[in-house]
């Protein structure tokens, strides 16, 4: 079946710095793929949509100046937090389906981001 | 604006009991529905979806859910509940907008399973 890949699992990195998460769909081109953010016991949020060789589409109350998303390839989309700081600590997941119409969507196994 | 109501945010049930986790959708048009399980720490795998065909819809490891219209439900359920099965069980709606649809998830419910 499908797979989507992400990567790293688990980040700790001090206030202030920037950190890259990177989604792959490893067997299938996704052209658009989704950014979520989980907090504890809490359903997830819907981020961004991330659409290959354009710009995102970020949900209300998003800062896309914080968090910046690059697809820059069909297999491909990455996520940065940008002068991160304690409240960016989250579980991040992404998502890609093989056809942005049309679901189900697959999921990468998430990213635990610790700010201290 | 499609969405999903699940009602419960903790369920629990002895080893083998019946497993219902009840889920209610709210939208305009014929919705696609999905439940998926989280383990801790984990992404998200789909159990099953809803897409328009048979009403009732087998999923994996035994789940399934009945759409019914009349209800606006999508309750998931299984008849014999193993220790297993205990993990976080989101229901999800898929949003059309523009060339591509996203996915809209209830607020969840955890299940426990008692031995």
């Known amino acids: 079946g499908a797979v989507v890949s992400q990567h790293p699992s688990r980040v700790i990195c001090k206030s202030g710095t920037s950190v890259k998460i990177e989604c792959r769909s490893l067997d299938f081109q996704a052209t658009t793929m989704f950014w979520y953010r989980q907090f504890p016991k809490k359903s997830l949020m819907l981020m961004a949509t991330?659409?290959?060789?354009?710009?995102?589409?970020?949900e209300q109350g998003v800062e896309k100046d914080k968090f910046l998303i690059n697809h820059a390839s069909l297999t491909l989309s990455t996520l940065t937090v940008t002068s991160a700081h304690p409240e960016d600590s989250s579980f991040y997941i992404c998502?890609?389906?093989?056809?942005?119409?049309?679901?189900?969507?697959?999921f990468g196994d998430g990213t635990r981001l610790s700010i201290l | 604006a499609q969405s999903v109501t699940q009602l419960g945010s903790h369920v629990s049930v002895s080893e083998g009991a019946l497993v219902l986790l009840r889920c209610n959708y709210s939208s305009s048009v014929p919705p696609y529905l999905f439940w998926y399980v989280q383990y801790p720490n984990q992404g998200l795998q789909l159990l099953l979806k809803y897409t328009s065909a048979a009403t009732l819809v087998k999923g994996i490891n035994g789940f399934e859910a009945e759409f019914k219209k009349s209800e606006t439900s999508f309750h998931l359920t299984k008849p014999s509940a193993h220790m297993s099965d205990a993990a976080e069980y989101f229901c999800?709606?898929?949003?059309?907008?523009?060339?591509?649809?996203?996915?809209?998830f209830g607020s969840g419910t955890r299940l426990s399973i008692r031995p």
């Open positions: 999800a709606v898929s949003v059309m907008y523009s060339s591509a649809s996203k996915i809209i």
């Open positions: 998502s890609a389906s093989r056809d942005p119409r049309y679901q189900p969507q697959h």
């Open positions: 991330s659409n290959e060789g354009s710009k995102a589409t970020y």
